[in-house]
């Protein structure tokens, strides 16, 4: 699997590596767990096994102001969910995100204009009974800043930088 994510400035990354961070120190399932280097918050703006993109991205778009707006919960296996903080459809999200998939091809269906949930994933394979302590422990209301791009391929576990910015 391959990805194309937006990455945040230092102070973004902190904010939501504190949510790893509350999660972790309660006993929760938490990306703080993962400690890979290529491990950091982000969002995926397009993904899939042949993903292929143009030699140019839509990141003179950046950096890019970010509003979270709540907790989104996604089925990940029986019992199991993902965690993560939703972020705000706006204007300038969209016309990036619009962009990149003119220039992109392989992208699974819901990565794509129109399907797409935008999201900062926090915590994988919680459990239905933790959602509302993990949920309780999350801090909501922030914003923040998207100042780079890069490339995650799954195959080679690599990360490929594609706009300057927090990695």
């Known amino acids: 699997m391959r ?39 982000h969002i995926t703006l397009a993904a899939g096994a042949g993903l292929e993109t143009g030699p140019d991205g839509p990141w003179d778009q950046l950096p890019l102001d970010v509003t979270f707006s709540g907790a989104i919960i996604f089925p ?18 969209l016309d990036l995100h619009r962009a990149l998939h003119r220039d992109v091809s392989g992208a699974l269906p819901l990565t794509r204009p129109g399907a797409w949930t935008p999201h900062v994933t926090i915590a994988r394979r919680i459990a239905g009974p933790q959602l509302g302590t993990a949920m ?19 195959s080679t576990r690599t990360v490929t930088p594609l706009a300057n910015g927090s990695s």
């Open 3 to 41: 990805s194309i994510e937006l990455v945040f400035d230092d102070p973004t990354d902190s904010l939501v590596r504190a949510d790893w961070a509350r999660l972790a120190a309660a006993g929760l399932p938490s990306l703080a767990a993962h400690t890979s280097r290529s491990n950091s918050p």
């Open 76 to 93: 990940a296996g029986t019992g199991k969910y993902v965690l993560a903080r939703s972020v705000l459809l706006d204007p300038a999200l």
């Open 136 to 154: 309780d422990l999350l801090d909501l209301r922030i914003e923040g800043r998207c100042t780079g791009a890069r490339l995650w391929d799954g």
